[in-house]
């Protein structure tokens, strides 16, 4: 049973590019979170993907966006890319299932985004 | 004030000890409570969901006390093993996670 994946590992941008990081939930599972998590700080929600579509949007400028694709798998794209985006983002995928706004979410190895 | 608040440690302990992290949280429509345990610059991993009768897993008990807005784990006979940072989250019955900053353990031999 394969759980969350993501790509790549680390990454080392300059400032004003744009990065794509990748995400494949667990087997089973249909909604993919976005966090990003600075040094020493617990991860900040960023947005969350279900069935295509962006459900909640965490308190990030427009820089950020997302896709999620019909096999589940998800994109994050930052453009215009800041020092300060430098963290590590976080995927997690969960099971999303109607009337039931809680429930646990399960993290991938993250992304470790550098920018210079 | 932040929405979740942990004392961040470092915690510095014996093995064997026993050792408890303390959580308050801001909301009180919060619904759901988790405890994740984070290696150093690992993912975080869902260590135990918090219910409100309390509950036990091994070594590891959670207690929530909804009136007080105040969330705690307790870890009994401490491992070497057990070194890492502990994050309290909360769901406040929308799909987002709130973590606090989270609460370092370091378990001396």
């Known amino acids: 049973d394969a759980g969350v994946t993501q790509s790549p590992t680390h990454l080392i941008k300059t400032r004003g590019q744009q990065v794509t990081l990748r995400c494949s939930p667990k087997s089973g599972h249909d909604t993919v979170s976005w966090y990003q998590q600075a040094l020493g700080q617990g991860p900040q929600f960023i947005f969350q993907y279900y069935e295509e579509e962006e459900r909640q949007r965490g308190n990030f400028p427009d820089r950020f966006s997302g896709h999620q694709f019909p096999n589940y798998s998800s994109e994050l794209n930052v453009n215009a890319l800041l020092l300060g985006d430098s963290a590590l983002y976080l995927c997690a995928s969960s099971l999303f299932r109607e009337g039931y706004l809680s429930y646990e979410q399960y993290f991938g190895p993250g992304t470790r985004l550098t920018v210079t | 004030r932040k929405e979740v608040e942990q004392d961040p440690g470092p915690f510095n302990v014996p093995e064997g000890a026993t050792v408890a992290f303390n959580c308050t949280y801001s909301?009180?429509?919060?619904?759901?409570f988790f405890w994740y345990r984070q290696d150093c610059r690992k993912e975080p991993k869902l260590l135990m969901s918090?219910?409100?009768s309390g509950n036990e897993d091994g070594r590891f008990t959670a207690q929530l006390n909804r009136a007080s807005q105040y969330i705690s784990l307790l870890i009994r006979d401490s491992k070497l093993s057990d070194s890492a940072t502990y994050l309290c989250v909360v769901n406040t019955g929308r799909r987002a996670l709130t973590f606090g900053s989270g609460t370092r353990l370091q378990v001396q031999p």
């Open positions: 918090v219910y409100s």
């Open positions: 909301n009180s429509a919060s619904q759901s």
